[in-house]
């Protein structure tokens, strides 16, 4: 006979001590540590105890007591649901100095590396409206939230909107979301309103059924607008469907310059192996930064805060040549690893020898070579494939050691194989730009080895939410 679980207990007048890691805040209980979303430190509250662990619990505010002085009014309708910006109701003041306490800390207790004073995080230029690509999923199961379930009304169950963190197959319905520019939330809610109206269906992630799958809408500040509809055709077609819907989007919003789609028959809604087609304008949109003029593709990467990805490679660059070449002296030899659309390799280009620019997307590195024919750039070289198979002491000795690396990678940071070639070919300095400084200090306490880190610059691409940004600049002992 199964025993009963003891009920979770509800705290009530506890007060929230401090930030904790993924945007939650936390207090102390009994020799437990309680995580707690969507407060603020000096809440005062009310908590549901939900999970609980050895050494830990999660928890969920169901009144709050009084206010914390630090205390911001969200802007957004769908906060508290949403999980897409959970430091809201934190002025933006508050959220850089818990982020750069956020990346100290990582780099201490990871890292364990000497380090030097951190310079001051540089704040995001913007606010709201800051991002230029957003990503909304399609469904017939619209969440619920406890309020809409316990009203008894019925709900429109198809949705367009974002993914609810742990609940896989339900999208939370967005009416407007203020982190792109306004126009996107009319095409949203256009293509929804079109779709429900016209009997279109909308995806179901278990059945792997329905016809609207996901819409990705990307601006630029070039004033160009690209929208990517992602559609699931069954056996009885659904192409005439689409295409309705595709030329209504056309009709309605002429200031499109790139509307494309695909059929993804996958159980999952990533386009990096599939066939994107154009329906209206070109199958890319341009970027500017400070001179230069990056193509964009639906399938590049592209960081996703225009004006303060400028700022962050104005301090990589700063770091590479922080060094500047004597008369007598060459300019430096760089590798760009993760480069992406080659960005950054372009963007120090004219003051390097020359770039060597790796990435795992092969149309990413196609983009990248436009990019440099675009901008009269002749002294980059792009390669195309995995890291630890690209970067080898062979590759090295045919192109030449560099004298600097500059590494942007994804969260999970770099694969051991390539700080161990890193290290093999000794560049003087090492640029390491990171998006997640947890991985970012699992690969300087590698690197230490040989190199000391001189300069930390965390840089915030991200307000409202506990993702930030940081350049470290690394010089061999």
């Not at 799958?213 to 055709?233: C, K, P, T, W």
């Not at 700080?419 to 306490?445: E, W």
Request: aromatic letters at 10%; a negative charge; hydrophobic letters at 40%.
């Amino acid at each position: 006979m199964a025993r009963n679980k003891k009920p979770l207990p509800l705290l009530e007048g506890v007060t929230i001590e401090a930030v904790a890691a993924e945007g939650k805040c936390l207090f102390h209980w009994n020799d437990l540590v309680v995580f707690v979303p969507f407060c603020v430190p000096g809440d005062v509250c009310d908590v549901q105890i939900r999970r609980k662990k050895h050494s830990f619990a999660e928890g969920e505010v169901v009144r709050f007591v009084t206010y914390s002085k630090v205390r911001a009014v969200p802007f957004c309708q769908h906060f508290g649901v949403c999980g897409g910006c959970k430091w809201q109701n934190l002025p933006y003041e508050e959220q850089l100095k818990f982020k750069q306490q956020q990346v100290y800390d990582q780099l201490h207790r990871i890292g364990k590396v000497e380090l030097p004073e951190f310079r001051p995080i540089m704040g995001s230029v913007k606010t709201q409206a800051y991002r230029n690509k957003l990503d909304f999923g399609a469904s017939n199961r619209r969440y619920l939230t406890t309020e809409e379930i316990q009203s008894g009304r019925e709900f429109q169950r198809n949705a367009l909107g974002f993914h609810i963190t742990g609940a896989f197959d339900k999208i939370l319905p967005i009416e407007k979301c203020w982190l792109m520019d306004d126009v996107h939330n009319q095409i949203r809610n256009e293509i929804r309103d079109y779709a429900i109206s016209h009997g279109i269906t909308f995806f179901d992630l278990r059945a792997q059924v329905g016809l609207l799958r996901d819409v990705i809408i990307r601006n630029s500040a070039s004033g160009e607008l690209m929208v990517i509809v992602q559609f699931h055709y069954d056996e009885t077609g659904g192409e005439a469907e689409a295409k309705g819907l595709l030329q209504h989007v056309a009709d309605m919003f002429p200031q499109i310059t790139s509307l494309m789609y695909l059929d993804n028959q996958k159980c999952n809604d990533t386009i990096g192996d599939q066939d994107i087609l154009v329906f209206k304008g070109s199958d890319h949109i341009y970027e500017l930064m400070e001179d230069l003029k990056f193509k964009v593709g639906p399938k590049s990467f592209y960081q996703t805060n225009t004006e303060q990805a400028y700022h962050l490679y104005s301090v990589a660059r700063d770091f590479a040549f922080s060094q500047q070449p004597t008369a007598n002296s060459q300019k430096p030899l760089i590798y760009d690893l993760y480069t992406g659309t080659g960005t950054i390799a372009n963007f120090v280009a004219r003051k390097a020898r020359k770039v060597i620019g790796i990435e795992y997307v092969p149309e990413a590195i196609e983009d990248a070579k436009v990019n440099s024919a675009i901008n009269g750039i002749d002294n980059t070289l792009f390669y195309a494939g995995d890291m630890k198979d690209i970067l080898t002491d062979d590759f090295i000795e045919a192109h030449g050691r560099p004298d600097v690396i500059i590494t942007d990678p994804p969260r999970a940071g770099m694969h051991p194989d390539v700080v161990k070639t890193i290290m093999r070919a000794a560049p003087q300095r090492i640029v390491y730009v990171s998006c997640n400084p947890a991985t970012q200090a699992r690969d300087l306490h590698d690197l230490d080895e040989q190199y000391r880190v001189v300069a930390v610059q965390p840089v915030d691409m991200f307000p409202h939410t506990p993702h930030v940004e940081n350049v470290v600049l690394l010089e061999k002992r």
